[in-house]
């Protein structure tokens, strides 16, 4: 039964498309908190200029 647990991999391709949704996820929502205070200042600033 070990063995056979080994040697099937029908469920690898679906772990590994969940692994790299869960990084692609992670990164995007890192990345946007970095730089939304930086888009909120350009807009800020756009705000300000046409006032």
């Given at each position: 039964?070990?063995?056979r647990l080994f040697v099937e991999e029908s469920?690898?391709?679906?772990?590994?498309?969940a692994?790299?949704?869960a990084?692609?996820?992670?990164v995007a929502i890192?990345?946007?908190r970095a730089i939304g205070?930086?888009?909120d200042?350009?807009?800020q600033n756009v705000q300000t200029?046409?006032?």
């Open positions: 039964m070990l063995k469920g690898q391709d679906m772990v590994e498309y692994l790299l949704a990084f692609i996820s992670i890192v990345t946007i205070p930086l888009v200042a350009v807009y200029a046409l006032t």
